[in-house]
Every structure is written in C-alpha cells, then in structure tokens.
C-alpha cells in the first residue's frame, strides 16, 4: 500500500521520488481542503502492484475509499477524486462513524429516543428524558426536569388532578385543593373545622342551636326560669333570641337577664307550669 499523509490546509506536491523503489510521480498535485468536488491526476513511472490510498492524520487516518479523496488502480496516469462528506445519510459507504462527544460539539449519543427530551450533563454524553403522557407540563422536581401531571401550589397550582364537581365548591386540605360534592336545593355550606366542609339543610342548622324549656311550678312562683342551654358553644357572649309559649294561645312576651357563661334567666308576666320557652343560640 502507497500512502501519502497530508494535513488539511492547501499545499503542493512537486515531482520527485518517495523512495528507492517507490513508485515516480510525473506530474504535480495540487490539493485543498474539501469544499467542492474536483479532479486532478498523478502519473506513474510503472504500473503500481497494489492499491494507492491518502490518509488524514488529523481527522483520524481517514480511508482514501472515503469521501475525501480515492486513487484508482491499475496502470497509467491515476485519477484523484476529491469529493465531499455526506452528513445527511451517513454515505452509501458509510462516511461518518463514531458518536462526537460533548466536549467536540455532539451529544454524545448514538440514538435520542422519539418525543424525548435531551438535558446536559456537563461533559458527559447527554441525558435522554422520556416523552411524557397528554397532559403533563415540564417542570422542576427535586432539582431535575420531570414530567408531573399537577403543578404545585408553590407554583399557583392546585397539586390534584381533582376533577371539578359540577356544583360542587373547591377547598383546600392543607397539600392540594378538593372539591365537595354537589349540595341540594335550598342547603348551605356547612364549615367542619380542618375537614371537608358540608352541604346542610337550614333546620338541621337551626335544630342545631335550638331548643325548648318547659315551665316547672318553682319557675312559676318565682316568675323566672333559669335554663342551662344544651347547644354546644354556649358562652358569656352568645345573644339569645326567645319566645314564650303559653299552653293555649301564641306567644306571649318575655325578656332574658342575668347571663352567665353557663345559664340565663327568662322572664314572663305570667309564667305558668307546663308552658314553653323556645330559644335560640347565636354564637
């Protein structure tokens, strides 16, 4: 095998011998880097016995079959074909080989998967990050990108794939936002502390803060009687409203005093055993 090395850039090679049993070149050559495809010719004292190649030391030996440049064989004059190097198939001969690392400009891989992502890793080949599913976003997770379906409330998200309930109200559990079930006609929301809260009918409410006394004979000699609300949440502060239920007809007047934070008095001008005084809790 003849080989002659040669760099890139422009140059001339004059007629001369190589060695003693090398074969002559009759003319010059003229070579440049490849940019366009053109021909020139070496002429030989005798038929060469084998093939000629040209190898670039600074792009890695590359073969003569490549698509740099090639000889061909036999005797007489050689033609030298330089072409140029196809990127976009690789070559029928295969031109290009090898992955270019990151560090030359590549990515370091051989093949990026469909629909995936391709995320740094300083020097080193690149990472691959696998298509996500409809509906995801990308975003930060534990300081690497990640495919996530809900976008933290840190972010201005609700952090649930909670669907909506058509009626229903979105509240918030302390990690991520919910929504209650749809309420009936007529019920209001109902707070239950740090749970969900809850569609109510208004005398559940009402039952809840209400209730009835009935008038024992000491209430009736003493003309006032002194009840202790069953209602939870009854305090010093709680306003009260009251009517007073005689045993035969409607309503009749009466006045609360003397509140404490257990009991309260109810007055009547005439209180009478068996009657009712109906009262109401507002906290």
Do not use: H
Not at 71 to 83: E, L, Q, R, S, W
Not at 136 to 152: C, D, E, K, R
């Amino acid at each position: 095998m003849k080989t002659i090395k040669i760099s890139t850039i422009a140059f001339l090679i004059c007629m001369g011998a190589f060695s003693a049993n090398a074969q002559t070149l009759t003319r010059s050559l003229i070579l440049k880097p490849a940019g366009s495809a053109f021909t020139t010719t070496i002429g030989l004292t005798a038929s060469p016995t084998a093939s000629w190649s040209l190898l670039f030391p600074a792009l890695g030996d590359a073969a003569a079959a490549g698509p740099f440049m090639k000889i061909g064989v036999g005797a007489g004059d050689k033609t030298v074909t330089f072409g140029q190097m196809d990127l976009t198939s690789n070559g029928a001969a295969g031109d290009i080989t090898g992955v270019l690392g990151v560090t030359n400009g590549g990515t370091g891989l051989a093949t990026v998967p469909a629909g995936s992502i391709l995320l740094g890793n300083g020097t080193g080949a690149m990472n691959s990050l696998a298509v996500g599913t409809n509906g995801q976003v990308l975003s930060m997770v534990a300081g690497a990108p990640a495919w996530i379906t809900t976008v933290a409330i840190a972010n201005g998200g609700t952090n649930s794939a909670a669907t909506p309930t058509n009626g229903g109200v979105a509240y918030g559990d302390g990690t991520q936002y919910q929504f209650s079930a749809a309420g009936t006609a007529g019920q209001v929301l109902q707070s239950n502390g740090g749970a969900a809260p809850t569609w109510v009918s208004v005398n559940s409410l009402i039952a809840g803060i209400a209730s009835q006394y009935t008038v024992t004979g000491t209430d009736q000699t003493n003309g006032f009687a002194t009840i202790t609300p069953s209602i939870a949440g009854y305090g010093l502060t709680s306003k009260i409203i009251i009517t007073y239920q005689s045993a035969n007809g409607p309503a009749q007047a009466a006045s609360v005093s003397t509140q404490t934070a257990t009991t309260f008095d109810v007055y009547s001008g005439a209180m009478t055993t068996g009657e009712k005084i109906n009262y109401i809790i507002v906290n």
